[in-house]
C-alpha cells in the first residue's frame, strides 16, 4: 500500500468504529475486546495478525507485516507512528479534525470532511 491508501483505509477504520481498541490496562490494541482494531491494527490482515505483537510500537513489528503494510524506509515508519498517535492520544470526537491535519502535513487527499 502506499501512503494514500493506508491513510483512507486508517481514516474509514477509525471514523466507522469511532472507539478506541483498548485493552484492560487502558494500552492500545492491534486487536482489542469486541473485535476493535486500532489504527495499525486494521492494516494487518487476520492471517499475519499474531498476538505476540500486542503493545509492541510500529517499529518493532515483524518485517512480514511491514511488507505488507508497505513499509520500505525508516521515513515510513515514522508516518505509521504518527498515525498510530492520533488513535492513541485523542479521543474519537477529534479523529476527524486531527485525521484533516495529518493529511495536510503528509499532502494527502482526506475525502473526510469536517463537518
Known amino acids: 500500500m502506499n501512503r494514500q491508501e493506508v ?3 486508517v481514516a474509514t477504520h477509525l471514523l466507522t468504529q469511532k472507539r478506541k481498541s483498548m485493552g484492560s490496562s487502558n494500552l492500545c490494541m492491534y486487536r482489542g475486546p469486541n473485535g476493535l482494531k486500532c489504527a495499525i491494527g486494521c492494516l494487518i490482515p487476520d492471517d499475519l495478525y499474531n498476538k505476540s ?3 509492541s510500537n510500529s517499529f518493532n513489528l515483524p518485517v512480514h507485516i511491514l511488507d505488507y503494510i508497505g513499509v520500505k ?3 515510513d515508519r515514522y508516518f505509521l507512528s504518527n498515525l498510530q498517535r ?3 492520544n485523542h479521543e474519537p ?5 486531527k ?3 495529518f ?3 503528509y499532502k494527502l487527499v482526506c475525502s473526510h470532511e469536517e463537518s
Open 7 to 9: 491513510f483512507d483505509k
Open 53 to 55: 505483537i500486542e503493545y
Open 73 to 75: 524506509e525508516r521515513s
Open 86 to 88: 492520533i488513535h492513541d
Open 93 to 97: 470526537p477529534m479523529w476527524k479534525h
Open 99 to 101: 485525521l484533516k491535519e
Open 103 to 105: 493529511a495536510d502535513y
